[in-house]
């Protein structure tokens, strides 16, 4: 079988519109002229960075996929240094064409570029080609990161557990004295 030949760039301003389109399910939730100036930021940010890539992926002079490039560490409490690929994604008519593929060469040579020699990534659970893809290339699982509402959460937590405003010093002391009072028998005031 005769790949198509991929190059990979670093995103520019003219991608924003293309880079949109390929990540709309991940980007936050909102008008589509919010989610071009959110694209267009994050584009415009790595692209002043050293620790920082939006790697796009090319076919034919026409955007095939992209994914954004971070070297930092595992997480916030394992410091040991690893490169993130953040949403490795391939528009649906440009898929098993090696696209994915040059996407993640491209993130082993930005590891290379700053000596890292790790790189994670993620994949939504549902997303099963992703994650069969992922695993082929020896991509192991290592978390299940999961998102929910503060409210959400806050309703499943016991009653006990949720937090109250906090209360000034007189109103802390006010009602121990009023529940001394109460366990005493002694009427209380108001």
């Known amino acids: 079988m005769t790949r198509t030949p991929v190059t990979v760039r670093a995103a520019g301003p003219a991608d924003v519109a293309s880079l949109r389109e390929l990540w709309s399910d991940i980007l936050r939730r909102g008008g589509l002229d919010e989610q071009l100036a ?35 560490t595992f997480t916030p409490l394992n410091l040991e240094p690893a490169v993130l690929a953040v949403s490795p994604h391939v528009f649906d008519r440009f898929r098993r064409k090696g696209v994915g593929s040059a996407l993640m060469e491209a993130g082993c040579r930005f590891a290379d570029q700053h000596g890292i020699t790790h790189i994670q ?15 082929r290339l020896s991509f192991a699982p290592q978390a299940m990161l999961r998102a929910a509402t503060t409210s959400a959460v806050r309703a499943r937590l016991p009653k006990s557990r949720q937090a109250t405003p906090a209360a000034t010093s007189k109103q802390r002391i006010d009602r121990v004295l009023a529940a001394r009072r109460v366990r005493r028998g002694e009427r209380v005031p108001g």
């Open 121 to 135: 990534t993620a994949a939504a659970a549902e997303a099963r080609d992703a994650n069969r893809f992922m695993a």
């Open 38 to 72: 959110d694209v267009a930021r994050i584009v415009a940010a790595a692209a002043g960075r050293d620790d920082q890539c939006v790697a796009v992926a090319e076919v034919d002079g026409e955007v095939a996929g992209a994914v954004f490039l971070e070297a930092t």
